[in-house]
């Protein structure tokens, strides 16, 4: 009898490297809602997520960075506590934060075309700090714009409304997550994986 042998390809390291970074950063998307702050008055609270959003975008790219995100967005779907709130399930994905939350991949998309202008990575240390400020209040306009018209739609909230409860409580708080992220790959300690 005999035996067929057929040869295996190997996964080339930059998408095994690529994989591993979406993962971790799904992770940590995922582990920043352990700080969760209730706001009165408003249905989402302030946490953490569009910090790593902004991440993923800024390091990943535009087709890592939203993969990434889609990962996490897969892992609160299928039950595990990862959203806000530690819940997780499809009921939070179509709930009154929903918008926001698909919201993400679009936002890391979108920071990933600007930043890079492309699919290969730049170092980011060399992309002026204009360009990725800019794509930052963008992506931010993007989820909040998206999370802020699906919440008043549901909620049956008038656009002041919803601007009150689902953005003005935000801003602050986005403005210093946009300086972390700026700071942290301005640092170099994190850096693109370019093939």
């Given amino acids: 009898m005999a035996t067929e042998r057929n040869s295996v390809d190997l996964v080339d390291d930059t998408v095994v ?7 971790v950063l799904a992770a940590l998307i995922g582990a920043s809602v352990l700080v969760s702050i209730p706001i009165p ?12 959003v902004f991440l993923a975008g800024l390091v990943l790219g535009p087709i890592w960075g939203p993969f990434s995100v889609l990962l996490y967005l897969t ?9 806000a709130g530690m819940k997780g399930g499809l009921g939070v994905l179509i ?8 919201s993400y991949p679009i936002a890391a998309a ?7 202008r492309g699919t290969a990575l730049r170092d980011l ?8 400020v ?5 992506a931010t306009i993007l989820i909040y714009g998206l999370g802020t ?6 909620l049956e909230y008038t656009a002041w409304e919803a601007i009150t409860a689902g953005v003005l409580p935000f801003i602050p708080g986005e403005i210093l997550k946009i300086a972390a992220a700026v700071a942290i790959v301005r640092s170099g300690r994190i850096t693109p994986v370019r093939s």
Avoid: D, K
């Fill in 95 to 102: 709930g009154h934060t929903g918008g926001y939350l698909w």
């Fill in 41 to 52: 008055l408003s249905p989402a609270p302030i946490t953490l997520q569009v910090l790593f």
């Fill in 110 to 116: 979108l920071i990933g075309v600007v930043v890079h």
């Fill in 17 to 23: 490297r690529q994989f591993a970074r979406a993962a």
């Fill in 149 to 154: 018209a699906y919440m008043a739609w549901l």
């Fill in 75 to 83: 892992t609160g779907a299928v039950g595990l506590p990862v959203f």
């Fill in 134 to 138: 800019g794509a930052l209040v963008m």
């Fill in 125 to 132: 240390r060399t992309v002026p700090l204009s360009l990725v």
